[in-house]
Nanobody, 115 residues
Framework: QVRLVESGGGLVQAGGSLRLSCAAS????????MGWYRQTPGMQRELVAT???????NYADAVKGRFTISTDNAKNTVYLQMNSLKPEDTAVYYC?????????WGQGTQVTVSS
């Protein structure tokens, strides 16, 4: 059974930094893509950043230049380094992995940026 464990969320002042981690276990096949999404109340979940097994990255325009996604493939872990945080980055952040055609979500971690 695939399991994703997220950590690193919390409360930070605007301009500060946080690093999110998501460790995947229970995958019997290779992970194709790992990524981070976020969701605020009443809004749809939106893409923040993704990274493929080949290292190709994709970022939402709102976070380009401030957030960096990376992986430790040996540990099946994906990270999201978030710098220069803004109050509008406040959301629940979810990691997602793609194993073949199947997608798996983490439980979410709250990030709150105070002004």
């Amino acid at each position: 059974q695939v399991r994703l464990v997220e950590s690193g969320g919390g409360l930070v002042q605007a301009g500060g930094s946080l690093r999110l981690s998501c460790a995947a276990s229970g995958t019997r096949s290779s992970i194709n893509t790992m990524g981070w999404y976020r969701q605020t109340p009443g809004m749809q979940r939106e893409l923040v950043a993704t990274i493929t097994s080949g290292g190709s990255t994709n970022y939402a325009d709102a976070v380009k230049g401030r957030f960096t996604i990376s992986t430790d493939n040996a540990k099946n872990t994906v990270y999201l380094q978030m710098n220069s945080l803004k109050p509008e980055d406040t959301a629940v952040y979810y990691c997602k992995i793609m194993v073949g055609p199947s997608g798996y979500w983490g439980q979410g971690t709250q990030v709150t940026v105070s002004s």
